[in-house]
């Protein structure tokens, strides 16, 4: 195994945990909304909030980069080049990860002084990390695309998948630098927070993903790599060109012109089609050849992330930002309920696949099945859908009784938090994310186990012990 591979599964290892910590600030966060007055005074909703968002950002980040230092000495057949420094840079970042949730959870705010900024909380939702801890994942950034890109050219080796990563490279550092500005003029710091949060997430992500989900269809399914790269162009094309342009959905919110409202409704919509072109023709091409495939796990999760990708971005997002709609449901658990269902098939399910791969071929398993990851499979898919539908009530509840009768004053906003239809939406989220964060426990369970069940009867067959 190359030194990188074993990183690899460091930062997958940790990915997953605080992947646990995600769940349990969210299943928190939910209790808030049953409970208002729940740990007062001690921990306050916004704080659990930033927890469960950041995280989430986090831990994905971690998946990708591990899936990345995994598979690269695969495509390059060596080593990766200053994988001394890339060490350095994951316990730099989980240190600084676990330093800024202990601020966030013990200190939770500070003084209006630049002080605040650099050692508490910048205050911009997804970034609320202090400047000290974005410099720092900014640098992990940094050594990640050195990796790569130093790799690459040491090895004089490059594919496709490999062209199209190291495009992609350049606005996952360049765009993060949109975190550090203080712009006291909001409309202009809601813009290039948008720059931000919106395309570095949905298209810069989206690409990244795009080349690690091409790397595990060829070893998956044995896929052609004319068929990913060629899904892999398209990506790169339309992902970039259609977010760009997809950003203008949020735009009328900051007092641009209306016309932005429908170019971005239409083109967001868009960014999700080729990665699912991209899985789809890859299980057809594999069901022409028998579906010859000895991890079961990864192929479904393959599945749930075409699904997933394609109803929670594409399908809820398309719903949500056209003009109409968007402006009755903007700032509603309908758009939580669309960010839930979203980032669960564009990225979770993705990652989840990947790491039954990585697990499998680095402890050598010739057959990964068994009962206890279609439990999980079932009981993950189910919550997430189950919390989706509640904050879907929930949001169209809002909607109706803030936005429609109301006219979002304050008053009509605590009338909607009041309505059954809210608060049995908020019982229904509860409930189905203990349903998930069940079927968490049961896939780490599960993926510890890969590759050691046949372990004990291929020893005794083999006489050992006897």
């Not at 971005?313 to 839930?340: C, D, E, K, R, Y």
């Not at 009962?371 to 539908?389: D, S, T």
């Not at 229904?428 to 079927?439: K, N, P, Q, S, Y």
Request: hydrophobic share 55%; charged share 10%; aromatic share 16%.
């Amino acid at each position: 195994m190359y030194q990188s591979q074993k990183l690899a599964i460091r930062y997958l290892v940790a990915a997953f945990a605080l992947f646990g910590v995600m769940i349990a600030a969210g299943l928190l966060a939910a209790a808030f909304y049953l409970e208002p007055g729940l740990l007062f005074d001690k921990l306050n909703f916004s704080t659990v909030k930033i927890l469960h968002i950041d995280t989430l950002v986090v831990w994905n980040l971690m998946g990708f980069f591990g899936a990345v230092y995994w598979f690269l000495p695969q495509e390059v057949e060596r080593e990766v080049v200053g994988i001394r420094l890339a060490n350095v840079m994951f316990w730099v970042l989980c240190a600084a990860f676990l330093v800024v949730a202990a601020v966030f959870a013990l200190v939770q705010t500070g003084p209006t002084r630049d002080s605040t900024l650099w050692l508490i909380n910048q205050g911009r939702k997804y970034v609320e990390a202090p400047r000290w801890a974005a410099i720092g994942i900014l640098c992990v950034v940094a050594v990640f695309m050195f990796n790569i890109v130093a790799t690459a050219v040491k090895a004089r080796r490059m594919s496709g998948v490999l062209g199209v990563l190291i495009v992609d490279l350049v606005p996952l550092f360049v765009l993060y630098l949109d975190a550090f500005p203080s712009e006291t003029n909001m409309a202009k710091d809601m813009y290039w927070w948008w720059w931000l949060v919106h395309l570095w997430v949905e298209a810069t992500w989206e690409v990244l993903i795009a080349c690690i989900m091409a790397w595990t269809l060829m070893r998956l399914l044995d896929t052609p790599r004319r068929i990913v790269e060629t899904w892999l162009y398209i990506t790169i094309g339309l992902v970039m060109g259609s977010g760009i342009l997809g950003l203008g959905h949020h735009y009328y919110w900051i007092g641009t012109p209306k016309y932005w409202f429908d170019l971005g409704g239409f083109f967001s919509a868009l960014e999700p089609l080729p990665l699912i072109g991209m899985v789809v023709h890859a299980v057809y091409d594999a069901g022409v050849h028998r579906m010859r495939c000895s991890n079961r796990p990864a192929l479904y999760w393959m599945f749930a992330e075409a699904f997933g990708n394609f109803f929670g971005a594409g399908v809820f997002g398309f719903m949500m930002t056209l003009p109409q709609i968007n402006l009755f449901t903007h700032g509603t658990q309908w758009t939580v309920s669309h960010g839930h269902f979203a980032w669960w098939g564009a990225y979770v399910c993705g990652l989840i696949s990947i790491v039954y791969v990585v697990l499998a071929q680095a402890r050598d398993a010739r057959q990964v099945d068994g009962p206890l990851w279609k439990w999980a499979f079932a009981l993950l898919n189910l919550g997430i859908v189950g919390m989706v539908g509640g904050l879907l009530i929930a949001g169209m509840a809002q909607a109706f009784y803030e936005r429609a009768l109301g006219g979002s004053t304050l008053q009509s906003f605590i009338t909607a938090q009041g309505s059954s239809w809210f608060v049995e939406g908020m019982w229904v989220r509860a409930a189905f994310g203990v349903m998930f964060a069940l079927g968490y426990v049961l896939l780490v369970v599960d993926l510890a186990r890969v590759g050691r069940r046949a372990a004990a009867p291929e020893l005794r067959a083999a006489g050992v012990g006897a």
